[in-house]
């Protein structure tokens, strides 16, 4: 057994950010077997208090061979099984800051415990029971979400909505083994299967499945957000296109083409998916070191980014210039930005879209005047959803592991209804249904390997 197994031996960390000279309350975690004997024997309490579980006791911290007090603290007991990782676990909320924690964790670590890993109290949480795979990864998910929206599906998967899912599909499979298996180990005594039947419970199965893999998607947008760059050639009205949406004076904008020289950010939240705003230099020829060295990061920054917004001068129409810049970001997905459209009278819009035909995503904007701000959300919302299932219906959404899982399991159920329809005897049904049944148990982690655990807990932050 690799060390990530090893539930044994007691472990320490600091739970809360830590951060110089801020933050009015530090905690330190200690969970395992000497944990209360740690807390004894540096916990000083006046008077006569109890020491029972899910009680917090009022005291100093003090090293024990010198017996300097480093802090005045509460000290919260829970002992095992009814603690976060289902062993005794102690907590010193002390004195924010770094020194006063970290002198305590010191404490604690001279005193019987070691150094807890990256994720270790929930590895411990999921070992013993406490919490299935799902579960523990959305704890990952609402420590790191960046919008409430966020949070509330990651919430959701701490409910364990998803593990609920996967546990009824699993079983739903396992009871149609256990159907194919009777029928081969009792083939005289009973009834033969009705294949039609057998292909219409998996494909029920595979349905429900499908509907839970397009909701990786927008797993996915909410966890890492969208890099948007907005690129057009000089004096369009990218940086006000910037400012208008982020609601900021973040970039510098003046009539002079090539104010901006280099990429500025903004971050903002468009219906809980965080969006990296990148507005750019103006592109165009030019002998100018500085701007050209720019511009060079305007197509560096559209090349990285998931999504440009490529606007143009309504004033000006489509120039040369801009057909040479669409040119290089095409291929990107992206939406035309037809700005400064207070700058014409409805005959002339419409006379532009006419003449404008490429891009299949178009709006029409004033940033300068705050205007169209909220059909370019619209857009965006129909550019990441196009061509996906609607799932906006659905409460919770999945990760990238569970959907690779989820993945496979549907192409092992194909594969039966496959050998079933190709007539194969029923040892062969088994094969890929048992395969099925596996990768759904390596979601919720009833089967799983070391390697994956390790994978997925070494991405959490130490203490949690
Ligand atoms: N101070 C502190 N706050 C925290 C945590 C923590 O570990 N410490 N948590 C950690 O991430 C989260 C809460 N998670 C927890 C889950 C279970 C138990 C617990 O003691 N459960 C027992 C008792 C329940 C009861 O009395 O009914 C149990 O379920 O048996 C505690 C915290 C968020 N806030
Ligand atoms: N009338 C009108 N003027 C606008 C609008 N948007 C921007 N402007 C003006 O256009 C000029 C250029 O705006 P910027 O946002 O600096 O343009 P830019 O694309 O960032 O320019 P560079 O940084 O030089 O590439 C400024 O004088 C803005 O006030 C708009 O919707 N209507
Ligand atoms: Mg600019």
């Not at 009777?182 to 429900?208: C, S």
């Not at 510098?252 to 990296?276: C, H, M, N």
């Not at 002339?348 to 940033?367: G, R, S």
């Not at 029923?426 to 990768?439: E, K, S």
Request: hydrophobic share 45%.
């Amino acid at each position: 057994m690799s060390e990530i197994f090893a539930t044994t031996g007691t472990i320490a960390a600091i739970a809360t950010a830590i951060v110089p000279q801020q933050g009015s309350i530090g905690v330190v975690r200690v969970s395992g077997t000497s944990a209360m004997h740690i807390a004894q024997t540096l916990f000083k309490t006046p008077g006569k208090q109890s020491w029972e579980s899910h009680h917090i006791l009022y005291g100093h911290i003090c090293n024990p061979e010198t017996k300097q007090v480093v802090d005045e603290a509460l000290l919260l007991i829970m002992q095992a099984p009814r603690s976060y990782t289902c062993e005794d676990v102690v907590e010193f909320h002390c004195h924010g800051g770094v020194i006063v924690v970290k002198q305590v964790l010191r404490l604690c670590l001279e005193n019987g415990a070691r150094l807890a890993r990256a994720g270790e109290f929930t590895l411990r949480a999921f070992l013993n029971g406490r919490l299935d795979l799902t579960q523990a990864e959305s704890i990952s998910d609402l420590v790191g979400a960046r919008s409430p929206e966020a949070a509330q599906y990651a919430l959701a998967g701490l409910q364990g909505k998803l593990a609920h899912s996967i546990y009824n599909l699993r079983a739903k499979c396992l009871d149609i083994l256990a159907e194919i298996e009777a029928q081969i180990d009792f083939e005289e005594d009973l009834t033969p299967l009705d294949p039609k039947r057998i292909v219409r419970q998996i494909e029920q199965v595979a349905t429900d499945i499908t509907e839970l893999i397009a909701t990786a998607d927008k797993g996915q947008l909410l966890r890492t957000g969208l890099k948007v760059a907005i690129v057009g050639r000089p004096n369009v009205g990218k940086s006000s296109l910037l400012n208008a949406w982020s609601q900021s004076d973040r970039a510098i904008v003046t009539d002079i083409p090539g104010t901006t020289r280099d990429v500025v950010e903004s971050e903002l939240l468009l219906k809980g998916i965080p969006i990296q705003v990148l507005d750019t230099a103006g592109i165009r020829e030019t002998q100018d070191q500085v701007e050209k060295i720019g511009v060079e990061r305007s197509l560096k920054a559209a090349n990285a980014a998931d999504l440009i917004l490529f606007i143009i001068d309504a004033s000006q129409g489509w120039t040369v210039e801009d057909e040479g810049i669409y040119a290089q970001v095409k291929h990107y997905p992206l939406i035309l930005v037809i700005n400064k459209i207070d700058l014409l009278d409805e005959d002339q819009i419409n006379a532009l879209k006419l003449q404008i035909q490429e891009p299949a995503f178009q709006i029409c904007t004033a940033v300068g005047k705050n205007q169209g701000i909220d059909s370019l959300e619209i857009a965006i919302f129909e550019i990441i959803q196009l061509g996906k299932v609607q799932t906006t219906d659905m409460e919770l959404v999945i990760n990238q592991r569970q959907q690779a899982a989820l993945i496979r399991a549907k192409i092992l159920l194909k594969e039966v209804q496959t050998t079933i329809f190709g007539k194969l005897p029923l040892d062969f049904w088994t094969i890929d249904l048992r395969g099925a049944i596996d990768a759904l148990g390596e979601i919720t982690g009833e089967n799983i390997t070391e390697s994956l655990l390790d994978r997925i807990f070494s991405k959490f932050c130490i203490g949690k």
